[in-house]
């Protein structure tokens, strides 16, 4: 039986004119393009894969080495610019920032809502409630429940409840509630002019040491400059920094304090009015 196979087998292989050595060829022909062709597909998936998942890599990477980056850049600009006058501008810099931030909470505090304040306190004058009123003012927070606590007190007295005493009596509470407004506000201008002034400072010095070095060197040459100008720009470019994150706080500080003055005056106003009309003030 076995003969009688290979024996069909070659006749049909001379049938078609082919030897059985030439169709071995072709089949490993046919397997070889069939491998490479499946090497080459794989090798494009690999490919797109990677392209796809790369994007995704460099957005999580990126942001980590900019922020590396910063960080990295802020720190050596700070020790490249002499670390002592660098230093002694970030302390101005505390300071003023240390001031400034207690500006704000104090006269954010003594924020209130002078017109309902007043409403509450001008029918408690009017009923002739005038101790009790007192000690609505007295646990009031802020500059125009102090006025009107002064105002009231003269009122409510046998021999100061005129109007031209009560009126002075305002005028002078209302001097030392202001400057209780402005206080530490002098440190501000302070640590302002003082932020530059060390930069220049800085300046002046790194201007020094590139001539130092360029007497060393015996020949003026950007290698020899560099490092003093750089510590030099440095210092003053941060002293200039400082001094307007400052003065921009410090004009908030000023906003503030012109709004609760302004609110004094106006609660000034009502309280002689109120006094006037009340009973126990003298005509």
Known sequence: MKKYFAIVAMVAAFSFGMTPSVMAQDEVAEEAAAEQVDSVAAEATDSVAEEAE???????????????????????????????????????????????IERVIYLTLAQVNTRKFMATLAEKVKANKIEEAIEYCAG????????????????????????????????????VQGAYLEENCSWITLFIAMAPSLGFLGTVIGMVQAFDDIERAGDISPTVVAGGMKVALITTIFGIVVALILQVFYNYVLSRVEALNSNMEEAAMSLLDMCVKSPKCKK
């Open 140 to 175: 009031t927070r802020g500059p125009v429940a102090q006025v009107s606590k002064k105002a009231l007190q003269c009122l409510a007295s046998e021999d100061q409840n005129d109007i031209a005493t009560i009126e002075r009596s305002i005028n002078i509470e209302a001097e």
């Open 54 to 100: 790369a994007p995704a890599v460099e957005e999580a990477v990126a942001p980590v080495e900019e922020e590396e980056g910063l960080h990295k850049t802020l720190k050596t600009k700070f020790i490249e610019g002499d670390a002592g006058f660098m230093s002694l501008v970030a302390i101005a810099l505390v300071l003023g920032l240390a001031f400034c």
